[in-house]
């Protein structure tokens, strides 16, 4: 009996990343799928054997070319290498004789930009990353936002930092934050990463900046590490990393079966963006609302009634519905309700926790109290909803 011969793939990524991660996975997909007989070796940490790396043992390689020190070390590998990396303005910064899956970082900062000016917004920031090699694509995206506030004949102000790092965390952070003071808002800012807006909503929740309605925040990843990080829930980009994922493998493949490729490149765009509270300017004067909703967006979930409330923003319980009225049509309760109904929409539509269990993540006292808000509200139970609605990402 002929036996198929297996293919021995390398796979150069960082699966602490993840962007890294679901490139990975879109390689597993394209597997999953297709005929091929691949068997993959991923190493934990490879950047510490890249010098002198031995690429003899592998039949292909798919690796991240964001990273400099990868480039160079397979610069001269006779083995076929797909790259997988940030697309480049400028055609001199694509590696040479290497097809290459390019994320459109033009179309992920104006959909991030876009999703601002829907919400209402007329200024405009991104925080970045300090220019360096390895931050090439981070310069790239401060590139696409200049140029669209060019075309849109806005000013915006752009703000590097400094690199992550515990050393020099408390400095960094008070420089963010002084940062953010001096800005004219309310303002949307896009971050180059989630991990870049994460520091954002600490920042200001340290200087007591609200959430969005003073800065409405976007990051790009989708990553759900920083959802459950973050106290009010992050609007993010989502990559079409799977589909690179899946166009790398699939040039690998037809590279292994002998076709000659060279510097043919892919520019992937992306999925969509996921909104969530942390960009969801309302446009109202009254400071007073505004610290109402900011402290709901972190603690509705929590059982807090409109008495807690009030107590935070300062004022008596019925002054501060009189505002709330007044600004937004609706009483600080129903706010409340608003808010935890819309965290369980949100958990029934994207994941698979019990019903139960959403209940009291949410801040409803019990199943029963739950499917009478859904059937008020949205005219079904809560599993009807789940099932209309489930494993949904909606763009915008």
Same mark, same amino acid.
């Given at each position: 009996?002929?036996?198929?011969?297996?293919?021995?793939?390398?796979?150069?990524?960082?699966?602490?990343?993840?962007?890294?991660?679901?490139?990975?996975?879109?390689?597993? @997909?394209?597997?999953?799928?297709?005929?091929?007989?691949? $068997?993959?070796?991923?190493?934990?940490?490879?950047?510490?054997?890249?010098? +002198?790396?031995?690429?003899?043992?592998?039949? +292909?390689?798919?690796?991240?070319?964001?990273?400099?020190?990868?480039?160079? @070390?397979?610069?001269?590998?006779?083995?076929?290498?797909?790259?997988?990396?940030?697309?480049?303005?400028?055609?001199?910064?694509?590696?040479?004789?290497?097809?290459?899956? &390019?994320?459109?970082?033009?179309?992920?900062?104006?959909?991030?930009?876009?999703?601002?000016?829907?919400?209402?917004?007329?200024?405009?920031?991104?925080?970045?990353?300090? $220019?360096?090699?390895?931050?090439?694509?981070?310069?790239?995206?401060? +590139?696409a936002f200049c140029s669209l506030l060019m075309r849109e004949q806005l000013k915006g102000e752009i703000f590097r930092g400094q690199a992550t790092a515990a050393p020099s965390w408390t400095e960094s952070e008070q420089n963010l934050i002084q940062w953010l003071?001096?800005?004219?808002?309310?303002?949307?800012?896009?971050?180059?990463?989630?991990?870049? &807006?994460?520091?954002?909503?600490?920042?200001?929740?340290?200087?007591?900046?609200? #959430?969005?309605? $003073? #800065?409405?925040?976007?990051?790009?990843?989708?990553?759900?590490?920083?959802?459950?990080?973050?106290?009010?829930?992050?609007?993010?980009?989502?990559?079409? *990393?799977?589909?690179?994922?899946?166009?790398?493998?699939?040039?690998?493949?037809?590279?292994?079966?002998? *076709?000659?490729?060279?510097?043919?490149?892919?520019?992937?765009?992306?999925?969509?963006?996921?909104?969530?509270?942390?960009?969801?300017?309302?446009?109202?004067?009254?400071?007073?609302?505004?610290?109402?909703?900011?402290?709901?967006?972190?603690?509705?979930? $929590?059982?807090?009634?409109?008495?807690?409330?009030?107590?935070?923003?300062?004022?008596?319980?019925?002054?501060?519905?009189?505002?709330?009225?007044?600004?937004?049509?609706?009483?600080?309760?129903?706010?409340?309700?608003?808010?935890?109904?819309?965290?369980?929409?949100?958990?029934?539509?994207?994941?698979?926790?019990?019903?139960?269990?959403?209940?009291?993540?949410?801040?409803?006292?019990?199943?029963?109290?739950?499917?009478?808000?859904?059937?008020?509200?949205?005219?079904?139970?809560?599993?009807?909803?789940?099932?209309?609605?489930?494993?949904?990402?909606?763009?915008?």
């Amino acid at each position: 009996m002929k036996t198929s011969k297996f293919y021995k793939i390398s796979l150069l990524f960082n699966a602490n990343k993840v962007y890294d991660r679901e490139i990975i996975a879109g390689i597993a @997909a394209y597997l999953q799928t297709t005929r091929v007989s691949w $068997q993959i070796f991923i190493e934990e940490d490879f950047r510490c054997r890249l010098d +002198g790396i031995d690429t003899t043992k592998f039949d +292909g390689i798919i690796a991240d070319f964001d990273d400099p020190k990868v480039c160079e @070390a397979l610069a001269h590998t006779k083995i076929p290498v797909v790259a997988v990396g940030s697309a480049y303005k400028d055609e001199h910064n694509y590696p040479d004789g290497v097809p290459y899956i &390019a994320t459109d970082n033009a179309a992920i900062v104006g959909l991030a930009f876009g999703h601002l000016v829907e919400m209402g917004l007329r200024r405009f920031a991104l925080f970045s990353l300090p $220019q360096s090699r390895d931050n090439r694509w981070a310069q790239e995206r401060e +590139g696409a936002f200049c140029s669209l506030l060019m075309r849109e004949q806005l000013k915006g102000e752009i703000f590097r930092g400094q690199a992550t790092a515990a050393p020099s965390w408390t400095e960094s952070e008070q420089n963010l934050i002084q940062w953010l003071r001096d800005l004219p808002k309310p303002i949307g800012i896009i971050a180059v990463t989630d991990a870049r &807006a994460r520091q954002l909503l600490q920042a200001c929740d340290t200087a007591g900046i609200v #959430v969005p309605d $003073q #800065v409405a925040v976007i990051g790009i990843d989708n990553d759900p590490l920083v959802g459950i990080l973050s106290r009010i829930p992050l609007t993010s980009v989502i990559q079409g *990393a799977k589909e690179m994922g899946r166009s790398a493998a699939n040039l690998l493949h037809k590279m292994l079966g002998g *076709a000659r490729l060279h510097n043919s490149r892919v520019l992937v765009p992306p999925v969509g963006i996921n909104a969530q509270a942390s960009s969801k300017h309302q446009s109202t004067t009254s400071p007073l609302v505004m610290r109402g909703l900011h402290f709901i967006r972190q603690y509705g979930c $929590q059982g807090v009634r409109t008495e807690q409330v009030a107590d935070y923003v300062g004022v008596s319980r019925s002054s501060l519905d009189a505002h709330f009225r007044a600004g937004l049509g609706r009483s600080v309760h129903d706010e409340i309700l608003a808010h935890k109904l819309n965290a369980a929409k949100h958990s029934l539509a994207h994941d698979s926790t019990k019903i139960s269990d959403i209940a009291a993540l949410c801040g409803f006292n019990t199943v029963q109290y739950l499917n009478a808000v859904f059937r008020r509200e949205m005219s079904c139970t809560p599993r009807e909803y789940r099932d209309t609605h489930g494993c949904q990402i909606h763009s915008t």
